[in-house]
């Protein structure tokens, strides 16, 4: 998977949730390697101020040791959750360090089209966990469901949207990366919280 992040960047661009509610303020950047939305600060979306990049030169993103509470307007994620090693610790985390009434914009891989149902992942040996929106049974040994997740966390972040992105992916029985493939497939499901 590579420049996930800025695959979804021209989707987001076209709405208007993202201008006025979502890349507001001062924000960081979770796992984002070379693909960072900093280069997006101001001329893209006018009201993203400022852009903290975090990635594992900082520290363990599970925890944000030495990052306080309540410090940014929003969190950026894109694919780095499924390389936590603890979910449910490394979420609070994330929603501990914004503002209440912030965001956290997350994306993760979908397991069916990202792991097209093999485990251990072929495509990337850190996958520590697999992610769907919600099924009653997953074919994989480590699947999150993200509405369990979500009814556990509503007390303090509600989800805001929840969208499986499956733009251009092709049904194929071809065991392929679609993410690397040039038409772009997100493969991917967005969750987007605010904090209480």
Not at 77 to 95: G, T
Not at 159 to 188: G, K, M
Request: proline share 4%; with cysteine; hydrophobic share 35%.
């Amino acid at each position: 998977m590579g420049y996930e992040a800025s695959k979804a960047i021209k989707r987001r661009y076209m709405d208007g949730a993202f201008h006025s509610r979502y890349f507001v303020g001062n924000g960081i950047d979770v796992g984002c390697g070379p693909d960072s939305i900093v280069r997006f600060c101001r001329h893209t979306f006018p009201l993203m101020m400022n852009i903290k990049n975090w990635d594992m030169e900082d520290g363990d993103a599970q925890y944000f040791e030495g990052v306080e509470d309540n410090t940014f307007n929003f969190l950026h994620s894109s694919h780095s959750m499924e390389h936590m090693d603890d979910v449910q610790i490394a979420l609070d985390n994330w929603i501990r360090v914004v503002k209440p009434g912030g965001y956290l914009i997350l994306s993760f891989p979908d397991e069916d089209m990202y792991e097209q149902k093999v485990w251990p992942s072929r495509f990337n040996s850190d996958h520590k966990h697999t992610f769907t929106i919600h099924k009653d049974d997953s074919w994989s040994p480590v699947s999150i469901n993200i509405l369990s997740l979500a009814a556990e966390i509503s007390s303090y972040a509600q989800t805001e949207r929840l969208i499986c992105h499956r733009d251009f992916f092709i049904e194929t029985p071809a065991i392929v990366d679609q993410t690397t493939l040039p038409n772009t497939t997100e493969c991917s499901i967005e969750w987007i919280l605010k904090k209480v």
